[in-house]
């Protein structure tokens, strides 16, 4: 049996954030991380007049809607760590002296601990909220322009999903909700918000499936570290080398070639970031992507024929750096090094060289032209920071070891 999607994503992740020395670093207090005893909260929330806020809609289900915004005001949510530390913020000074929602909604952290699962909903979603506290190497804002981007890319995904393959699908961004800027003269804005999730993979599949977090193959348990790692469940007697590739990597490198042709959209298929969805017997159906604050490569778009006037500065790219860190680092060193990893363990044979050999081939077959937009060498972020507080990227001089 596998254990449901909002066991997994919290308790199925030990020994994982291994990948950077920032990794298992988090100042979240322990009563809101993923991996504790608790197994709820309250999620503050306040009835904002919504004219001083930004409504982002990417198609969502009408009842969703109607949950958050009664025209003359919008359902604010706030993560409680918030209010116990609520620092020097017009935006937060706005929002507490406004009065409460009357019901109280409650909610468990997913494993990137600021995104929340809403309980007792009959239109499954979460929320991911403005969490101005590092969580490994960023803050976790949920600033206007990154919002509003991942709604645009939500919107985008939908309609363009015939271009993908059958086996992609991937968590809707419905709705997005932000202060207006109260500080237009500033060179960026700070006003912040929140997004609302859908958790039924889109397209939807018609048929009852589960959802594995991509970690939670090799993560140990939390509750028992001595508990199998899940991969090898999946992998029953099946040949572990064609299992890993044509189950898991091959179709998430198609996913990130296609989405980067089609779209110039970044996916960031780590560990954390890629659900499988699986069917009877634990067969897996389609790789579901979640979390779409992509970058947006504007040379590719404008190759494409894609406007590029909605990309924000924040996510917009101009360079091939971003592109190697998504693929040869969160793609191929924070999960698929992990997955060859976990399953070499057992199974002695299995031959790391020629997982990554079949990857290379893949890739050069999808993307012969793949030198034009990424470097040779692999990029990943540097220990500095841009003046907001953003990391630069660096060159590592290494060669890419999932691509050629
Ligand atoms: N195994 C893992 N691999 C990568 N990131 C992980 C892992 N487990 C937890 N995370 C966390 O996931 C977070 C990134 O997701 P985030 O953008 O905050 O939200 P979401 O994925 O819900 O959109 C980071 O804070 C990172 O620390
Ligand atoms: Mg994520």
């Known amino acids: 049996m596998i254990p449901p999607l909002f066991y997994l994503d919290r308790y199925r992740n030990e020994g994982t954030r291994t990948y950077s020395r920032h990794a298992d670093y988090t100042e979240a207090d322990v009563r809101y991380r993923p991996n504790t005893g608790v197994d709820h909260f309250p999620v503050p929330a306040f009835l904002v007049p919504t004219e001083e806020l930004n409504l982002y809609l990417a198609d969502p289900h009408p009842s969703l809607l109607d949950r958050f915004s009664e025209g003359a005001e919008t359902l604010f949510f706030v993560h409680p760590q918030l209010l116990e530390r609520p620092g020097d913020d017009p935006y937060l000074a706005r929002v507490l ?13 997913s494993s990137s601990t600021r995104t929340l699962y809403v309980r007792d909903s009959d239109q499954p979603h979460a929320l991911k909220l403005h969490f101005p506290f590092r969580v490994s190497r960023y803050g976790r804002r949920m600033r206007d322009e990154v919002v509003e981007q991942a709604i645009d890319v939500s919107r985008e995904l939908e309609a363009g999903v015939g271009a993908m393959d059958p086996d992609f699908a991937f968590l809707r961004e419905v709705l997005g909700v932000t202060f207006r800027n109260l500080r237009p003269e500033t060179p960026r804005g700070e006003n912040w918000g929140f997004l609302v999730r859908e958790l039924t993979p889109f397209p939807a599949s018609g048929e009852s499936r589960s959802l594995v977090p991509g970690f939670a193959l090799y993560g140990r348990d939390f509750h028992d570290p001595a508990e199998e790692p899940l991969l090898y469940a999946l992998l029953s007697d099946k040949n572990p080398k064609s299992f890993l590739l044509d189950e898991i990597m091959l179709p998430i490198i198609r996913h990130w070639v296609t989405c980067f042709l089609e779209f110039g959209l970044l996916l960031e298929p780590h560990g954390q970031n890629v659900l499988l969805e699986t069917g009877p017997g634990g067969s897996i159906q389609r790789i579901v992507h979640r979390d779409l604050n992509l970058g947006v490569d504007n040379r590719r ?7 590029t006037g909605g990309t924000n500065t924040y996510n917009r790219m101009e360079s091939g750096a971003f592109s190697s860190v998504t693929y040869d680092k969160f793609m191929g060193g924070h999960f698929f090094d992990y997955l060859a990893a976990c399953a070499g363990a057992r199974f002695r044979n299995l031959d ?28 990943y972020f540097s220990e500095r920071r841009d003046r907001f507080g953003k990391p630069t990227f660096m060159d590592t001089g290494k060669a890419p070891d999932w691509r050629p």
């Open 97 to 109: 002296s406004l009065p409460r929602a009357p019901r109280e909604i409650w909610a468990s952290p």
């Open 352 to 379: 790391l060289a020629d997982l990554r050999g079949a990857c290379k081939e893949e890739f050069l077959d999808l993307f012969p032209d793949h030198e034009r937009y990424l470097p040779r060498s692999v990029q």
């Open 301 to 307: 778009r404008r190759d494409a024929g894609l406007p």
